[in-house]
């Protein structure tokens, strides 16, 4: 049975990579990476889109606050619910068939929101967005693993995570622009064909790195040395434990029970959950808060809303590109990962701050900077290429945010909850900080050693 990839000693392979020539290496990992940025940005986009719809599809379809507050949520229960079987669905795949079918029928289901005339089908294709939109992020996690070395993988999940926030915060106007002139349904219908677009770039321009033209030998060395999983030969793959590429594993339900036994995966489950709170918080929530605890003209918020996302797409970059240098610098895969994650985690605590000033101005940039780290604590996905065992890599990272998206189900229900209780987000602020604070404690208490996981046959 070949041996897996620990990450323990991942300077071995790092120094064997010093060895490579770099002076005619390509750089076709790149251009694979800017194809995941984009495909990520359109997913956050189709599945928020209904946030900035909501003012003029309410009073169209006739829809009351409790039941936009259910819309909202109903995406995270199919989206949670299909985490496992789309991870199974990529092991049995591989990425680009898994990918090319998630966006092309997640975009189907977007454009189909944009033609609906009824609660009932709303809900249908908002549960549709949530199946189709599953795989996303266990085939990004794959993508990475595959193609980029140990000492890259951070950067290389910060630079397609950014793509969470840009969208938002960059085509936030334009998508109110194109709602003032042609209304809420153009919305979903330019939204939902773009990513039936992309969806054919991808297929088109999607390999892996031994069947890529544009990768060069030197580049695949380079990729290999460092510990990427590239398609070879099944006995140079045996010899040298490549993950990706190694026979897949025959899948047993047991098998997700022997996971969570393993502190690695319960512990980063735990804290990717506490991010994702403070992320679904201003997904959901936000304009809200800005709206009827802070009584700022939709104008305003419409300035300042922005600014959150733009720290948090600033986070989500430096978190990376700093555990990138801490691995390089020689720091184990325990501090080069954990560090960035657990002072993330830290930080985003102080949005509880904002509960105790009266400044709008100081209120936003506490949130911006709660925002900025969250975005540096999502760096889940790497850990999640480092830890998942021999070719259970899909369905690590289906349950990895199985767990991580539960906070989209929880965090509005709670948090709405609180406020119609207590009329105001006070409440809600200290659920959000404290959740950050356990996600800490897990990353240093609970998830230990950042190793490959071994299952017993």
Known sequence: MPQPIQSSPANAPLQKGAAVSTARRSKARYKILALLAIGTMINYLDRTVLGIAAPQLTKELGINAALMGLLFSVFSWSYVAAQIPGGLFLDRFGSKVTYFLSMTFWSLCTLAQGLVHGIGALFAFRLGLGVSEAPCFPTNSRVVATWFPQSERAMATGTYTVGEYIGLAFFSPFLFMLMGAFGWRSLFLVVGGVGLVFGVVWWLLYREPRDHPAANQEELDYIEAGGGLTQRGKDADAAAGDVAASPKRGFEWRTIGQL????????????????????VFFLTWFPTYLATERHMAWLKIGFFAIMPFIAASIGVMFGGVFSDWLLRRGKSPNVARKLPIIAGLLLASTIILANYVESNVVVIAILSVAFFAQGMAALGWTLVSDIAPEGLLGVTGG??????????????????????????????????????????????????DIKRIVLAD
């Open 260 to 279: 969570l036994r393993h502190r690695q995966l319960t512990g980063i489950c735990l804290g990717q959950f506490a991010g994702n709170s403070t992320l």
């Open 399 to 448: 349950i990895f945010n199985f767990a991580a998206n539960l906070a989209g189900i929880v965090t509005p229900l709670v948090v709405g909850v609180i406020v119609a209780a207590t009329g105001s987000f006070v409440g809600a602020l200290v659920f959000i900080g404290v959740i950050a604070l356990i996600g800490a404690l897990s990353y240093i208490f609970v998830v230990g």
